[in-house]
């Protein structure tokens, strides 16, 4: 089946620092859907970003992606990290659009962004 | 826009019982999702529905149950609590048919503690 690898564990870094994490996924489909989701703290997850064109930078809230099906690959940048940024992070994987829609997510990445 | 309504917000339970938790959504939205979400396990999927009276199982489906009522509205059951379990259990939507890109939409969570 389908599977997402991403960064694991705690991501501790300063703010104004760039920030990156990792997102691989495994599918049979060629053409994905990806997707990174934030969750702050007692909040719900909610989209950040996504993205199914082949080499083509996405980006919200300062934050960007680029699928890389050469690679499999979906990482989150973000230049300058703010406190705000400290959160739960998932990227997740469609493998179509067809009926269901359903999301494969990788365990989370948590990052916690300090002054 | 639209919302997203799980009941109830924190949910206490003994060992061995059955528990609802229900989901309500006015985006009318066809598909319909409950995720379990564990600290370092990521988001799981249960059970999902993509439309009325429709069930299918996710990777997490064994010890609950699930009804689709009406489009707006998806309910699962934990079928016998196990003692110590703590979990929070998230209802999300997505337009499905191949209409949408898969973007889910969540409500604020369920939490479960089993005594």
């Known amino acids: 089946g389908d599977s997402v690898t991403q960064t694991e564990g705690l991501v501790t870094l300063t703010e104004g620092l760039p920030v990156m994490l990792n997102c691989t996924y495994q599918t049979i489909y060629s053409n994905p859907f990806l997707f990174w989701y934030v969750q702050h703290l007692n909040e719900s997850p909610r989209l950040l970003l996504k993205?199914?064109?082949?080499?083509k930078r996405t980006e919200h809230q300062g934050f960007h992606a680029t699928l890389h099906k050469s690679s499999s690959s979906f990482h989150l940048q973000k230049s300058s990290a703010q406190l705000s940024d400290s959160a739960l992070y998932y990227c997740a994987l469609s493998p179509t659009n067809s009926a269901g829609n359903k999301l494969t997510f990788g365990i989370g990445t948590r990052v916690l962004v300090r002054p | 826009g639209g919302i997203i309504t799980q009941t109830p917000k924190f949910l206490i339970g003994q060992e061995g019982q059955k528990l609802t938790l229900k989901c309500q959504q006015n985006f009318n939205h066809d598909t319909m999702y409950w995720y379990r979400q564990d600290s370092g396990k990521g988001l799981r999927l249960i059970y999902y529905?993509?439309?009325?009276?429709?069930?299918q199982k996710g990777d997490l489906s064994e010890g609950y149950d699930a009804s689709r009522e009406k489009k707006s509205s998806f309910s699962l059951t934990v079928t016998s609590a196990q003692k110590n379990e703590m979990a929070v259990f998230l209802c999300?939507?997505?337009?499905?048919?191949?209409?949408?890109?898969?973007?889910?939409?969540f409500g604020e969570g369920s939490k479960l503690t089993v005594l």
């Open positions: 529905s993509i439309t009325e009276n429709d069930l």
């Open positions: 999300a939507s997505s337009i499905g048919g191949g209409r949408g890109t898969g973007q889910l939409y």
């Open positions: 993205s199914f064109t082949d080499n």
